[in-house]
Every structure is written in structure tokens, then in C-alpha cells.
């Protein structure tokens, strides 16, 4: 079982970047209805979430990146994508994709979970903002 994400890298704030996260192995066959996510960790920090998108499409985000970042998903790549845009210098981190093996209900999968309690963790993309 594989979360590869990528598209990370350099640039300058404002401006914008999309993160790829593809899903691989026997437990990703079940991939839409599989709620996604993405975490971030800078620095010195806790891992924090990002985004998430339910398997029926519904969406939840934190309070900082609300209106600058969007989830999205393809189900027949297997691949959930967060487009960021308006780039700070704070959205610097390792940007990781997450998933439970449990699928449940679209409430549920919309809160925000301890790390603790994702299974499947991607290798995670550096993002790194300049000033």
C-alpha cells in the first residue's frame, strides 16, 4: 500500500503550486469511496491538517488555508491533488496525503483526526515559500 506524492518545491510568495498524491496497492482498489487528506508539517511543529475530500466529493479545509487551497480528486487515476494558491512564507512544511482504512460516513470523514488514527501515510513533498 503506497501514498507517492509529489509536485512540491520552490517558489515565491503568492504564488502557487499543485500537490499530486497517487494511491497504489491491493487496499486502494476501494479508492472512491476512500476519503482523502492532506497534512502538513513544518519545521519543529505537529503534523496539521490541511484538507480533506470525502468519497462522495465533500470537502473540509482548515481555517488557514480556506479560500487560497482546493482539494480534488480523480478517481480513475487514483490520485486526490491540492491546488495552492497565495502562497505565504508559513505554508513552508512537508506536505503529507492520508487516508483510514475505515470508510465512513461523509461526517465523519470530514473532521479532522489525530495522526494517530490514519493508516495509509504518503512519504510527503517538501513546500517551501519564499518572501
Known amino acids: 500500500v503506497q501514498l507517492q506524492a509529489c509536485g512540491g518545491g520552490l517558489v515565491q510568495a503568492g504564488g502557487s503550486l499543485r500537490l499530486s498524491c497517487r494511491a497504489t496497492?491491493?487496499?486502494?482498489?476501494?479508492?472512491?469511496?476512500?476519503?482523502m487528506n492532506w497534512y502538513r508539517q513544518a519545521p519543529g511543529q505537529p503534523r496539521e491538517f490541511v484538507a480533506v475530500?470525502?468519497?462522495?466529493?465533500?470537502?473540509n479545509y482548515a481555517d488557514f488555508v480556506k479560500g487560497r487551497f482546493t482539494i480534488s480528486r480523480d478517481n480513475s487515476r487514483k490520485t486526490v491533488y491540492l491546488q495552492m494558491n497565495s502562497l505565504k512564507p508559513e505554508d513552508t512544511a512537508v506536505y503529507y496525503c492520508?487516508?483510514?482504512?475505515?470508510?465512513?460516513?461523509?461526517?465523519?470523514?470530514?473532521?479532522?483526526?489525530?495522526?494517530?488514527?490514519?493508516?495509509?501515510w504518503g512519504h510527503g513533498t517538501q513546500v517551501t515559500v519564499s518572501s
Open positions: 492520508a487516508a483510514t482504512y475505515t470508510i465512513g460516513t461523509v461526517s465523519w470523514g470530514l473532521v479532522p483526526k489525530d495522526v494517530d488514527d490514519y493508516n495509509y
Open positions: 496497492g491491493s487496499i486502494f482498489s476501494t479508492f472512491s469511496p476512500r476519503d
Open positions: 475530500i470525502t468519497g462522495s466529493g465533500t470537502t
